[in-house]
């Protein structure tokens, strides 16, 4: 009993999944190319989105920074404005210069910030530190710490022009850092009172300035340090994922390549699993198993030829060879010599039509056949393929049906191919046709085409066979008992000529009731 497995073999069907063999895809050239693409296409996105981001949240950080330090320099500037505004006597001013320091020093200690007063030429002139119990900074009324400092006039210009309200960078350069980790967070909002003529003037500029403290640092340490976490933990679960991709993709390229080594050594039994899912890769399997279908069959059909040419060329020679043998060494006597000799004629005529088809097969196959298209009748020819098998027919008694009844039909065809076909197909009905049987004939126009239908009684074709009767070397007599003479190259010719002629021939059949042969010509061409 044949086993599954080699079941499979025989029908071409993928086998279980325990006798598949096992592709490594480590080793696969096309399975690292896109695996290592992949992941360098993850990893360089991963990356440029990282410093995408911590672009943009620098720049948020930033923004936000540096809108609540001028902010808190705008009110500054109000208080100063207002309380320098309403002062009418010296000591009024100078009870506000001093509330003016206090509220200076009061931010600077809750912002962890150095908030000063400068003058419109860039000089510090109240800071924190002038109203500071520890005067460690102070001597003789100036702050050692602010009087070295002074705002470029490029600075004052622009922050008086409104140009300029905050900024990373220093006081006294003119050129603006715009990294996260710059020297320093400056903001500044002038302070205007009133004059005499009802105008405006510029009593100071108010200054707030934050180094970039370690805290600002860690955070964006931190930052970076969560990213790079986060990273590390995705690139695993990023590359599972990449593999599952690329294995789905590339194992039926390895398997493929493991199916053609085996198809270039004549084996032809692997075939390929299909997935469920439907898609080009899917598509492009099935086409490959239909194309391994199609070569094994074109395999087992070349192995069936030469095996079928093989004897049927071997059989006669035997036959010849033989007879000649018997002729000439006397075991055959001279009276006899006659029918033998006849016997010898036969099966050089049997060869001589073997050959003569084979040349015809390689003709059609090679294309070099072509049909010269001549307008005839149809039903002229069947009479006339009839008649010539008068003598054959009388011997076995059987009735032709239809041949009366047929009307004059023209096709566009080459007369001498169309006439191969016909006389085949009689030649085959009056063959398989018992003694006192019946063959029925029909032609007509169907659509456009000439319809003949050619049918003999008496002996049928099983359903099984049907589709086979018109390949190569193909009998439906295995045991050849009904009739030696056949090579089986006659259906396939007639089936060759009647698509050259872009027609259609079929056999269908009733059991052993009767068999039926039908072929379908273009009227016009």
């Known amino acids: 009993m ?119 030429d860039g000089t510090i002139v109240i800071c924190k530190e002038l109203l500071s119990k520890d005067q460690k900074y102070v001597k003789d009324g100036v702050c050692s710490l602010h009087s070295r400092e002074k705002v470029s006039e490029e600075n004052i210009a622009m922050i008086l022009s409104g140009e300029r309200e905050s900024w990373l960078g220093d006081l006294s350069g003119s050129g603006v850092h715009s990294d996260l980790l710059a020297e320093k967070y400056i903001a500044a909002s002038p302070v205007r009172l009133p004059a005499a003529d009802g105008s405006e003037y510029v009593m100071g500029i108010v200054f707030m300035s934050r180094d970039n403290e370690e805290d600002v640092r860690a955070s964006v340490s931190t930052l970076r340090m969560q990213f790079l976490l986060s990273g590390a933990l995705a690139a695993p679960i990023a590359f599972i994922i990449i593999y599952l991709i690329i294995y789905r993709f590339a194992h039926p390229f390895e398997e493929m390549i493991y199916a053609t080594r085996l198809y270039s050594r004549g084996d032809f039994s692997y075939r390929i699993k299909e997935p469920k899912k439907k898609d080009e890769v899917s598509e492009l399997i099935s086409a490959f198993n239909s194309m391994a279908n199609d070569l094994s069959a074109f395999e087992n059909s070349r192995r069936n030829f030469v095996a079928n040419v093989s004897h049927e060329l071997k059989t006669p020679m035997t036959t010849i060879g033989g007879f000649i043998d018997g002729i000439l060494d006397g075991t055959i006597s001279p009276s006899e010599h006659k029918k033998y000799l006849r016997v010898v004629s036969d099966e050089v005529k049997r060869l001589a039509r073997l050959i003569s088809s084979m040349l015809n097969i390689s003709k059609i196959e090679a294309g070099e056949l072509a049909p010269a298209f001549t307008k005839f009748d149809l039903s002229e020819m069947l009479v006339r393929t009839f008649l010539s098998f008068e003598q054959i027919i009388s011997k076995n008694g059987i009735d032709i049906v239809g041949l009366d009844e047929m009307e004059r039909t023209e096709v566009s065809a080459d007369p001498d191919m169309i006439n191969q076909v016909v006389y085949n197909i009689i030649d085959n009905a009056i063959k398989f046709t018992p003694r006192g049987q019946k063959i029925e004939v029909r032609l007509f126009r ?76 273009p009227v016009e061409q």
């Open 2 to 120: 044949m086993s599954l497995k080699n079941k499979e073999k025989k029908e071409g069907r993928p086998a279980p999944a325990a006798d598949r063999p096992r592709v490594n895809l480590l080793h696969s050239k096309l399975f690292r190319k896109y695996f290592v693409l992949l992941a360098l296409m993850i990893l360089v996105t991963t990356s440029l989105s990282g410093i995408l981001m911590m672009g943009l949240v620098s720049d948020s950080f930033r923004k936000k920074e540096l809108e609540d330090m001028h902010h808190t320099t705008q009110q500054i500037a109000v208080t100063t404005r207002d309380l320098l505004t309403d002062s009418d006597s010296v000591t009024d001013y100078q009870n506000a210069i001093e509330l003016v320091g206090f509220t200076l020093k009061n931010f600077s200690d809750y912002s962890g910030a150095d908030v000063f007063i400068a003058n419109p």
């Open 446 to 521: 169907e659509g456009g085409k000439a319809v003949v239908k050619i049918r003999n009684y008496g002996v049928g074709i099983a359903n099984e066979e049907l589709k086979m009767v018109f390949d190569r070397f193909y009998k439906v007599d295995k045991s050849r008992s009904l009739n030696t003479k056949s090579v089986g190259l006659g259906l396939y010719i007639c089936k060759s000529i009647v698509e050259l002629h872009n027609g259609r021939i079929y056999a269908s059949s009733n059991g052993d009731e009767y068999a039926e042969f039908t072929v379908e010509l």
